[in-house]
Each structure stands twice: as C-alpha cells, then as structure tokens.
C-alpha cells in the first residue's frame, strides 16, 4: 500500500507539472523563416515575397573538408569557389568584404550548422552576383533569389518542401517584381499566372496546400492599396493597406 501511495504521488507530482500539449501544427500551417543569426549580418537579407521557408540542412563539406569543418575552419574552396562563414561577412561602403580584408570579396558566403549549410550568398567584386539560396531540411533547395550588380534581378525560384516540385516563378527587374510570374500545384499544375508588366497586375501567393494566402494588387512593383491575408483554411486573417510598398493600417481578424 505504502508503495502505491508513493507511486500515485510521483504520478500527480508529474501531472502538475505538466505543461498544456501545445496545438500540434501542420505543414500547411508551419511558416519558417531562414534562422540565421542575427549578429552573423551587416545587412537584412531579404525572403522570398510569401515570407515563408524552412532553414537548413544539407552538406556543404564532403570528403576531406568533413574533419575541417567539425574543427570549425571558416574557409574552403569547395568546385573551384570560396566558401566562407557568413559570420565573416563585412560591409563597408556598400560593398561586401572577408573580414579584414580591403578587397571587395568574391566568392560564397554561407551560413553553416555543423557540416550543413542552410542558406547561401554569391558576390562578385564586393557586390551580390549570382543566388542567394535557402535549402530545406531534406537539402533541397527551397527558394532561389537571382542578383545582378547587387539587385535582384531575373527568374526567382521557390520549391515545396516535402517533393522539391517547383511552386513559384517570379521575374524581378531592378529589384522589382516585373514580368512573369506563376504559382504551380504540387503536382505541376498552374494556380496562376500573371505578367506584371512594368509591375503591375493582381498578386496571388498560395498556401502549400493550394489555397490563396494572400492577394492584393502591385502597381510599378510595389504592394498598393489594400492586400488581404489567409489562414490555411481559407479563412481571412489581416487587411493591410499599403502606399509604394510601406504599410498604411493593418487589422487583424484571427
């Protein structure tokens, strides 16, 4: 009896002790952003326009660079290409150095988790010039930023998470959205597709289970006038009304 007594306490002890099981979420409905250190930047970087990504894991170091990177060295060349810790990472006058460094840096900064890396950045004489890329957590790429001359400018890319089917193509112009742009199902299919000449047209980004998670209209590449958001479940969540790209009001309904 004595014994089930202890027992009895240890499992009510547990009981309050408990904290309530927090609402499991689904796929649909985990929205993650690349986790890169805060500290690790001189400078924002941006994500992809329906601000949504998983960060990390997929192996930047192979072979011989395995046993260097678990001794935490900074820098490799990995096919002929710097790869350096974006920790190292310094902006001065706008252009973008290796540490201490007084020539504008060319190469691949990337930030690393152990032997995995989850996001990446391309310069060219100091300046962004090729991708930045975010990779999933099953090392695929995820979403795919073109830059020229330190714009973003070309075919940005962006894949679903559990296939690496791709699940948006979006043209950028100086820096503006401006041109094509298309949503994709899961499977291939279209969802939408407009052309923003001179960036304007209807926005339409899409939940990864194919329904619409925000809409509002873009005028010279901008966001203008008002732009509605969407839970996973269709259900409306906020109105922001914006001028040139900055937010006016914001009203929240879940």
Same mark, same amino acid.
């Given at each position: #009896?004595?014994? #089930?007594?202890?027992?009895?306490?240890?499992?009510?002890?547990?009981?309050?002790?408990?904290?309530?099981?927090?609402?499991?979420?689904?796929?649909?409905?985990?929205?993650?952003?690349?986790?890169?250190?805060?500290?690790?930047?001189?400078?924002?970087?941006?994500? #992809?326009? %329906?601000?949504?990504?998983?960060?990390?894991?997929?192996?930047?170091?192979?072979?011989?660079?395995?046993?260097?990177?678990?001794?935490?060295?900074?820098?490799?060349?990995?096919?002929?290409?710097?790869?350096?810790?974006?920790?190292?990472?310094?902006?001065?006058?706008?252009? !973008?150095?290796?540490?201490?460094?007084?020539?504008?840096?060319?190469?691949?900064?990337? !930030?690393?988790?152990?032997?995995?890396?989850?996001?990446?950045?391309?310069?060219?004489?100091?300046?962004? &010039?090729?991708?930045?890329?975010?990779?999933?957590?099953?090392?695929?790429?995820?979403?795919? %930023?073109?830059?020229?001359? +330190?714009?973003?400018? +070309?075919?940005?890319?962006?894949?679903?998470?559990?296939?690496?089917?791709?699940? &948006?193509?979006?043209?950028? &112009?100086?820096?503006?959205?401006?041109?094509?742009?298309?949503?994709?199902?899961?499977?291939?299919?279209?969802?939408?597709?407009?052309?923003?000449?001179?960036?304007?047209?209807?926005?339409?980004?899409?939940?990864?289970? +194919?329904?619409?998670?925000?809409?509002?209209?873009?005028?010279?590449?901008?966001?203008?006038? %008002?732009?509605?958001?969407?839970?996973?479940?269709?259900?409306?969540?906020?109105?922001?009304?914006?001028?040139?790209?900055?937010?006016? &009001?914001? %009203?929240?309904?879940?």
């Amino acid at each position: #009896m004595k014994k #089930m007594k202890i027992a009895i306490g240890v499992i009510l002890l547990a009981l309050v002790g408990c904290t309530p099981l927090e609402k499991k979420i689904s796929d649909e409905e985990r929205i993650l952003l690349p986790s890169v250190p805060k500290q690790a930047y001189d400078v924002s970087i941006s994500t #992809m326009p %329906e601000g949504e990504f998983i960060p990390q894991t997929d192996i930047i170091h192979t072979g011989q660079n395995v046993a260097l990177a678990e001794n935490a060295v900074t820098e490799i060349t990995l096919n002929g290409i710097d790869q350096v810790n974006i920790a190292k990472k310094q902006v001065r006058n706008k252009l !973008a150095y290796n540490g201490n460094s007084t020539v504008p840096f060319t190469g691949t900064f990337a !930030a690393v988790v152990g032997v995995h890396k989850h996001y990446t950045e391309d310069y060219r004489d100091g300046k962004l &010039s090729g991708y930045k890329i975010w990779y999933s957590e099953a090392g695929r790429v995820g979403l795919k %930023e073109p830059y020229a001359n +330190g714009v973003k400018n +070309g075919v940005q890319e962006t894949y679903y998470r559990n296939t690496g089917n791709i699940r &948006s193509r979006i043209t950028y &112009s100086g820096g503006r959205i401006s041109g094509p742009a298309t949503w994709y199902d899961n499977t291939g299919k279209i969802l939408h597709q407009e052309d923003f000449k001179g960036g304007n047209g209807e926005w339409i980004a899409y939940w990864d289970n +194919g329904k619409v998670r925000e809409k509002g209209r873009l005028a010279g590449g901008l966001q203008n006038g %008002e732009w509605r958001s969407y839970t996973p479940k269709g259900e409306l969540e906020k109105i922001t009304n914006y001028r040139n790209g900055s937010p006016l &009001s914001q %009203e929240w309904l879940k």
